[in-house]
Structure formats: C-alpha cells, structure tokens
C-alpha cells in the first residue's frame, strides 16, 4: 500500500446523514479518521462502512475527539474538519500545499459562508469568538491578523503532538493557536467555502451552545500560562492547597514484574507482597491529604486497583518521562505526584507544599529528592508535561537532571525532605524499622522471616 500523505480528523457526533458526502470528498490518498464522540444513530457504523478508520471517544467534546484521533494519526500531516458537510475536505490540499512549501506551520480555514450558512445563533457565536480570538492575538503577539477560529486546520502530526493541548472541550482550537503563537509557529489563513450544515449544530445552534463554547474558550483565555521560561506576570492568585489534585505513580502488583530488585533474596511473590503493602500505605496518606480529586496513575490492568477515594488513569505506553509528561498536560490546576515506593511518607513530609500553596506568592513547583538519586516527589502549580519530558529516568542523576530542568525554566523551587525508595532488600529492612507497628512493617517481617527459613533450611541441608 502506498504511504498515506495525511490524516483528516472528524469529529463526529450524530452526522450519519452528511458522512457520505463528507468522506467521498476525502483527497485520493489521504486517510479519514472519524471520532465517535457517543453518536446514537449509528455514524460510527456508517463511517466504518464507508471505509474510514473508526475511534471510540465516549469523553464529549470537541477537544477530546481531536486528541483522540490525533493519538492514531501516523501520516506526516494531520487535519482537523467538521463532518457536518459545512466544510469541504476537498479544501485541504490547498492547505497542505502552504505546509509543504514552508510558508506556514499552522494553516487555517477562514470560512467564508454561503447565504444561509450562518444563522443568528451562528453569527452571535462567531462574533463573541471572533473577540476573544482577538484578545489571544495580542496575549500571545501575534502578527497574523487571524479573523476566524474555524475547525478546518492543519499541521505536521508530530509537531501537533508536541503542542501539549490539553483542553478537551471547546476550548481547544483557541489552545491551538495560543500554543503555536507561543511557539513561534508561522500561522496563516486560508480562506474557505462554508456551506449550510447537514443537522443541527451542536456548538452554535443552540443558545446553550453558542455559550458554552464561548465560556470554555473566555476561560481558556484567562487561565493561559506564559511560555517556559517567562515569569508569570498576571498577579493571579493559585488555588489554595484544597484545590490540589495528588496523583500516584503505582503498577500493578504482579509476581515478576514489580519490585524485581528485591530478588533475590525475595521471592516474586515476596516481592508484591511488600510492593502492595507500599502502595497501600502511600494511599492512606493520601486520603488523609486535603485535595481536590486524587488519582492513581496505573500501569496494568485497571480491574486490578479499585481503591476508595481514587479516580484510576491508564498509563500510556512509552518511557517514563514521557508517561509522566501525559499525566502532567492532562490534568488541569495544581498538581503533586508521588511514587508507590516511600511507604514511609507522612503528612509531615508534605506540610511545607500545603503551607506553601496556601499563599498567592507561594513556589511554582516543589520537589522531593530520593536518597538514590532519583525524585519521590513533584509538585507544579501549572502543570507542564513539557518540564519533564526528555528527562532520562531510573539513573542516578536523575533529580539533578529534574531540578535542574525546573530552575532553567526559570521556577522558583520549594524541596521536601529526602526520602529513601523500597527497591532492595536493604531498603525494605531499614525503612521497615521506622514504621513499626505499621502493616508495611508486618509485611517486611514476614517476608524477611522466610528468607532466614529458607536460608537456615539450606545450611542444615549442606553436607
């Protein structure tokens, strides 16, 4: 098969009747992904059958169904288009063109509407957009006189990726250009035909709509940080420490794939039983933590952790880094993380981020240094994924390298005290010594009491 020149996302939520049309005006060799946003009248299907490539997005919004088909897009380009028949996906090469010839890094369809195309409730939602689309031009100083927020866009796949996007409603083509603005992206406009919809929009048909829409990007608008390395300058107060969310690092705790430097002198099995009883302690502490919402951050079959008071999020595939990067752009506001692997964690340990937080003026990160060179713990009032990502990790320089990439960007930095990781035996009798009475010490214990068993078994057996 011959290699597909690009991708072309639509978002699509009941547009059964325009797809046809919609994909048979997909350009020759290029792939349509259609993201089925929870559609009840069989588009998903119908799409399928019409040979497009099909994903299930059930998170509504529009944000969320690009992100979700940008995630399977593997062309060199990808485009963005309204499968409502308003667009014509045959406008897209031209597009595309401005792309290769290097005149632009973002591309943009200014719709140019046919009569009829916009009816009031269209033409109050473009105005209001249209204002705020403005207001981010000069946030962000930008010198294209950019006069439509439409869906039609366009730009390299991997450099879409690297945008970080993280709003997942309507929000999200304003995000889009703020972040290329910032960037230094080459943004430019092209204009296109805008035709009348097939259906009813979902976004400008309606009042509710047309403010949501607006309210999600006015929000956007105000909440958006400034480039790495920029001192915020806005004065704006950050949530106090209730409004934190606390995410753990944890997987699932599977004979021979968790703690495996505990063996030997443990086995397997002796292994995840005392990496359970860590992870259970280190989720105590955080239920007794104020928080906004908490989050286990889980590597393995999700059935498998159902803990209490827990939202569970899949790791995705990839690095460490780059894991840790995805949970960072995902999640809106403050944001601690913590290892499964310090059992001996207190609320002590965390007091000085809370106290901290509680003040306008407070630090914009923390960070918690691992006695083996590593990081227990990471803290960032405005969630980056782009602050972690590419750091190399599981090596002993690793914090250094951590810190160091906090201080560059010009972050002023609050340290937790040095907690000791449970990765060796060592480790897991020496920690287990502080914590006596505790189920973790229990734990080591009887593991530890096996060993010598075992241990003392085969000297009486030697000759």
Not at 191 to 216: C, F, I, N, W
Request: charge should be neutral.
């Amino acid at each position: 098969m011959n290699a597909i020149r690009a991708d072309v996302i639509f978002p699509c939520l009941d547009e059964r009747d325009a797809l046809p049309w919609v994909l048979g005006r997909v350009p020759s060799g290029w792939r349509a992904i259609v993201v089925d946003n929870g559609s009840s009248d069989g588009s998903g299907q119908l799409a399928a059958e019409l040979g497009a490539t099909v994903v299930v997005e059930p998170r509504r919004g529009f944000g969320a169904a690009v992100h979700a088909g940008l995630e399977r897009a593997s062309a060199p380009f990808a485009a963005v288009c309204d499968a409502d028949g308003s667009l014509d996906p045959a406008d897209l090469p031209r597009l595309l063109s401005a792309l290769e010839d290097g005149d632009a890094d973002l591309v943009l369809g200014a719709r140019r509407p046919d009569r009829g195309a916009w009816p009031l409730h269209a033409r109050l939602a473009n105005a209001a957009l249209s204002a705020v689309l403005r207001s981010a031009a000069l946030r962000v100083g930008s010198r294209v006189p950019l006069t439509d927020l439409g869906p039609l866009r366009m730009a390299r796949t991997d450099a879409l990726r690297g945008l970080g996007l993280r709003d997942r409603r309507s929000g999200y083509p304003l995000e889009m250009v703020l972040r290329a603005a910032e960037a230094g992206w080459r943004i430019t406009e092209l204009p296109v035909r805008y035709a009348p919809r097939v259906g009813r929009s979902k976004v400008t048909g309606t009042v509710r709509g047309t403010l949501t829409a607006v309210r999600d990007m006015a929000a956007l608008l105000a909440e958006h940080r400034p480039p790495l390395g920029r001192p915020a300058d806005d004065g704006a107060r950050r949530p106090a420490a209730p409004e934190l969310t606390i995410a753990v690092v944890a997987k699932e705790c599977v004979p021979g794939r968790v703690k495996t430097r505990l063996c030997p002198p443990f086995s397997p099995e002796e292994a995840a039983l005392v990496a359970t009883s860590s992870l259970e302690a280190t989720l105590g502490v955080v239920r007794s933590l104020p928080a906004r919402r908490r989050v286990l951050f889980f590597e393995g079959d999700p059935s498998a952790a159902d803990p209490a008071g827990f939202e569970v999020l899949a790791q995705p595939s990839g690095d460490l880094d780059a894991r840790l990067a995805a949970l960072f752009d995902t999640v809106d506001g403050p944001l601690l993380v913590l290892g499964m692997d310090t059992p001996q964690l207190t609320r002590d340990d965390l007091a000085p981020l809370f106290d901290d937080w509680r003040r306008a003026d407070g630090a914009d990160a923390w960070f918690g240094p691992a006695v083996d060179g590593g990081f227990w713990a990471l803290a960032l009032a405005r969630p980056d994924g782009r602050l972690i990502r590419g750091v190399p990790m599981s090596r002993p320089d690793t914090g250094r390298r951590q810190l160091d990439r906090l201080r560059r960007a010009r972050l002023t930095v609050g340290e937790l005290p040095p907690l000791r990781d449970v990765d060796t035996a060592a480790d897991a009798r020496d920690v287990a010594a502080t914590l006596p009475g505790t189920d973790f010490a229990a734990a080591v214990a009887r593991v530890l009491g096996a060993v010598a068993h075992g241990a003392l078994g085969s000297a009486e057996a030697a000759p």
